[in-house]
Structure formats: structure tokens, C-alpha cells
């Protein structure tokens, strides 16, 4: 079954998965150009990785709850994508 997901995600100041529970699929992740701040991505080697106001990135077949931020209060991440 093929699922369309868009999501507007809320970030906090501590690091937190962009959804609760699993979720597979091909997403454009991007955090919007009206954001105070970086938004902070924990890397897979525990680095972190800042993503500009604007900045955006396909990735294909990920579970968007590995994926953990953080960022400023009131500063958002964009999903969109699909299970497909």
C-alpha cells in the first residue's frame, strides 16, 4: 500500500526522534527557511549534523523515528515523502 506522509514537526531543545514510532519510507526532510536557527541532526556516529533554515535533503527508505533532532524552540522540520 502506498501512503502519502507530510508532517510539520516540532523540535525541541533536547534531542527527540521526528516521530514516536516507526514509520519506513522515502522522505524529503528539510527544516524551513523561516526557522530562528539550525536544527540539529544526531549523526549515526553520535556527530551532529546542522541543517541551515532552507536546507533540505532526500533520503530514501529510512525509518523516520532513527532519525533524532534538536533546535531552537518554535523552529520546525519539514517531512514529505511516502511509503512507497
Same mark, same amino acid.
Given at each position: 500500500?502506498?501512503?502519502?506522509?507530510?508532517?510539520?514537526?516540532?523540535?525541541?531543545?533536547?534531542?527527540?526522534?521526528?516521530?514516536? !514510532?516507526?514509520?519506513?519510507?522515502?522522505? !524529503?526532510?528539510?527544516?524551513?527557511?523561516?526557522?530562528?536557527?539550525?536544527?540539529?541532526?544526531?549523526?549515526?556516529?553520535?556527530? !551532529?549534523?546542522?541543517?541551515?533554515?532552507? !536546507?533540505?535533503?532526500?533520503?530514501?527508505?529510512?525509518?523516520?523515528?532513527?532519525?533524532?533532532?534538536?533546535?531552537?524552540?518554535?523552529?520546525?522540520?519539514?517531512?514529505?515523502?511516502?511509503?512507497?
Amino acid at each position: 500500500m502506498n501512503n502519502v506522509i507530510m508532517r510539520q514537526i516540532n523540535v525541541t531543545t533536547d534531542f527527540a526522534p521526528l516521530v514516536p !514510532e516507526k514509520l519506513v519510507g522515502t522522505f !524529503e526532510i528539510s527544516t524551513p527557511p523561516t526557522n530562528a536557527g539550525n536544527v540539529i541532526f544526531l549523526g549515526d556516529d553520535g556527530s !551532529e549534523v546542522p541543517f541551515l533554515p532552507g !536546507e533540505y535533503h532526500t533520503l530514501v527508505r529510512i525509518d523516520l523515528a532513527s532519525i533524532q533532532v534538536k533546535g531552537q524552540a518554535g523552529d520546525k522540520v519539514s517531512v514529505v515523502g511516502g511509503s512507497w
